[in-house]
């Protein structure tokens, strides 16, 4: 059996992972399919990580992957599907069937990109319509591309795009950002930045590829590529009725990971918490791998 399964493998999955180890438990780490660590894999430059000027997303990621390996840390390829609480710990399901046994779990699944849910959203994924700047903005050279949102990813992605693409429009709903003032002046300086606010996409055209979206107002605007970054919504699936959520759909943790089910810890991006960021899912890791074996030293052992 084991002391702690960790779920996830990003930056709090790594981190709760290394104090695991380091505390002398019998730790594993499941992962649904390796794509490099969690969502910094697709982040382009991270200047904000103490101790790091300057590295890219993906380079953070896998040097944080080879600490954990070189401490010993096992990874497993599944994904956990159901959880279900025992008095000695949990059976944790996975989608090939397997059970494993655990004494805590500490729930590390991050979150996934939200979708517009207009049409031609779907019908063009992949055909001009992507959640990632950083891994699609160089198919973008010379053209022009629309971001939509207002926080920090879309601030980012429109900045980073002016570097690629002839002109962006950065479309949102409100005449307020919730992203960063600094980068929204940056933005503003940009001869190739149109910020266009009150605004909501109504559609997104094309025939093979991308042509256009139209908002809601009728303004119809001519481009070749739509960034969506309106946002994440955290992977609770499998947990959603073992634990508490909050009215956000996160799992309502406070700073030691502890959620409403005993021996199960949350930590990263999916639990409540308002800023999320690398530095505070690696510091949710490393608390929660403490408060777990707090949990096992008291109770479980
Ligand atoms: P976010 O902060 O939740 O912002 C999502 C944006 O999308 C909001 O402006 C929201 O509008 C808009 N939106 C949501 N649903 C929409 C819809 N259906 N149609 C149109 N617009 C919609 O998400 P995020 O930008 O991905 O950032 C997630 C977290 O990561 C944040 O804490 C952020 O600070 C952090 N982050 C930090 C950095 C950095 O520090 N450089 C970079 C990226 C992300 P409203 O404002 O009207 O709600």
């Known amino acids: 059996m084991l002391d702690i399964l960790i779920i996830g493998s990003g930056p709090a999955g790594l981190s709760a992972a290394i104090y695991g180890k380091r505390a002398n438990l019998n730790v594993l780490v499941a992962e649904k399919e390796y794509l490099g660590t969690g969502q910094i894999a697709e982040s382009g430059l991270v200047d904000n990580y103490l101790g790091i000027a300057e590295i890219t997303g993906y380079e953070l990621g896998e040097k944080f992957r080879e600490h954990a390996e070189k401490l010993g840390v096992e990874f497993y390829e599944g994904e956990a599907r159901q959880f279900e609480p025992q008095t000695d710990g949990w059976k944790v399901h996975f989608d090939n069937g397997t059970v494993l046994e655990t004494k805590t779990v500490i ?48 601030l980012d992605d429109a900045l980073y795009l002016s570097e690629i693409c002839k ?56 481009v070749d590529g739509v960034f969506v970054a309106v946002g994440m919504i955290p992977q609770t699936k499998g ?63």
């Open 239 to 301: 947990v959603e009725g073992v634990v508490s959520l909050d009215e956000s759909g996160y799992i309502a943790a406070d700073e030691t990971g502890k959620t409403s089910a005993a021996g199960l810890f949350a930590a990263g991006d999916v639990r409540t918490k308002k800023f999320r960021q690398v530095v505070t899912a690696v510091s949710d890791g490393a608390n929660a791998a403490v408060a777990a074996a707090e949990y096992l030293s008291h109770f479980a052992k």
């Open 167 to 222: 002109k962006v429009y950065l479309i949102h709903r409100r005449s307020e950002f919730r992203g960063s003032a600094k980068t929204l002046e940056n933005i503003r300086k940009r001869d190739n930045i149109e910020v266009i606010t009150d605004a909501q996409v109504a559609s997104i055209s094309g025939e093979q590829k991308v042509n256009g979206i139209i908002l809601k107002d009728g303004q119809k605007i001519a």
């Open 107 to 154: 729930y590390c699944a991050g979150a996934a990109h939200r979708h517009l849910d207009v049409p031609g959203e779907t019908e063009y994924s992949g055909k001009g319509v992507s959640y990632c700047a950083l891994c699609d903005g160089a198919f973008y050279k010379d053209k022009v591309t629309a971001v939509i949102g207002g926080g920090n990813t879309a």
